[in-house]
DNA sequence: CACCCCTTTTGATCTCGATCAATGGTTTCG
DNA sequence: CGAAACCATTGATCGAGATCAAAAGGGGTG
């Protein structure tokens, strides 16, 4: 019988300093001599860089649940984690105490293991995204992620707050603020969503919402089933 | 003392099937019941997915030295990774039985788990690359990697054998066919690559083409120093 | 050698999204 | 409260790269 993902995760507990986040706030990365583990606890998180003048982007997104190694980022200039939630709980703890751990509990090492290859696949689909689709497809694809990741059935259907801004959107799906402003104007007005407060959004139909994005099976693959948090509430 | 890398994973040979591949041959990519690891040893091979009629879609480059682990490529319809080079050599094994050794060598699970987080960095890197550079640069960014991870520094600079075709190109960095046989004539013209036989090309001066793309530090960094080979010849 | 198939190259045109610009809304903080 | 930032929306224009089309290699095979 295995232990459960929560149970397992939450021996690593003890060896991990709590961070509390605020909206913003950013989490080090540190250097390659002093390598980093995050565990996601609440929120959502975003990893962002930095590569000329002003220009920014953010390369990947982080729920509850996620792990994420500082290894695993680019040595980008710029490149930080930062808390896009107004309230966040994340864990750390140092790399080279998270391997001596493994070594002494194989399933805690599968299931950083799992994780870490989730993160990997989901880049890779993101690539797919900003590769292969127009950008209706992308912000659809990105509003079928965070309403299936944040998001609360209702009877008037999913609802969720949207932790990333007009900018936010458009580093993280290639697309200009702009551009992002006219689409989600255009899904409104298509009924795809609708605002319910601020920064809050309603999906009525997750089924009308992925029938815009060509990939949404993997997505809601992906993101529908994925481990929600590391430690039990 | 620790053991060298490839000391290190030459323990998985014997659990290994050893695989001889052709350009184009194609390996499976198991279902999740039945995951494989598969570690590069010889030749270019990429992963490539399908994403709607016949447009298909290049996710990462795999050079000798890497693993690469079915679950961290995303469940696309048509994902594959197929042999770029003439002659490749890749060792199989099932992640089950990989699971089980890194048990009972820590080495060899901090080792494989490097290289994935390294893939991991690089699928990052890649996002960067189509979402913020032009078309000129993302192929000077290509040229680079490629160079430095296959080339040969010879008297008149680095020699390598193109293992991609301009449509392979055109897949992985999101662009055209038409665009990239642009870019590429633009590239000779500059005296930036220079042909040298059949699918061969000659980079005189590595320094001209980081100098076409802005994020030429951090390829260098990624691709310069990455582990080239899991087993002693 | 001639034929076929596939890749590459090059030209002409078109389009999606970027860019520039102006306006209004909202949060923050002295 | 009012000023300063910041964020969102919308219109007008522009351009990098896609698309369409056609020609030119370049190998393999009979």
């Known amino acids: 019988m295995k232990p459960s993902p929560e149970f397992v995760l939450q021996q690593l507990e003890p060896h991990t300093v709590r961070i509390s986040t605020r909206k913003r706030q950013k989490l080090a990365i540190s250097a390659e001599s002093d390598e980093t583990l995050y565990l996601i606890q609440t929120g959502v998180f975003l990893v962002r860089a930095a590569w000329r003048d002003d220009r920014h ?57 799992d994780r870490l290859a989730d993160q990997t696949a989901r880049l890779a689909l993101h690539n797919t995204i900003i590769a292969g689709l127009t950008g209706d497809e992308r912000v659809a694809a990105l509003m079928t992620e965070i309403a299936l990741r944040v998001g609360k059935q209702t009877p008037a259907g999913i609802v969720f707050d949207m932790p990333l801004s007009r900018t936010d959107i458009a580093e993280h799906l290639a697309l200009n603020a702009d551009t992002v402003s006219r689409i989600v104007s255009r899904m409104r007005a298509n009924g795809l969503i609708a605002v319910a407060g ?16 060509p990939i949404a099976t993997t997505i809601r693959r992906m993101h529908e089933t994925a481990p929600r948090r590391t430690l039990v509430a």
């Open 57 to 113: 982007q953010i390369l990947s997104l982080l729920y509850p649940g996620d792990c994420i190694r500082s290894s695993a980022i680019p040595p980008l200039d710029g490149t930080e984690i930062a808390a896009a939630s107004e309230n966040g709980e994340v864990w750390r703890l140092r790399w080279s105490i998270a391997r001596g751990l493994f070594e002494g509990d194989p399933d805690l090492a599968h299931h950083v293991s």
């Open 198 to 213: 601020r920064n809050r959004l309603v999906c009525r139909s997750i089924e009308a919402l992925a029938y815009e994005c």
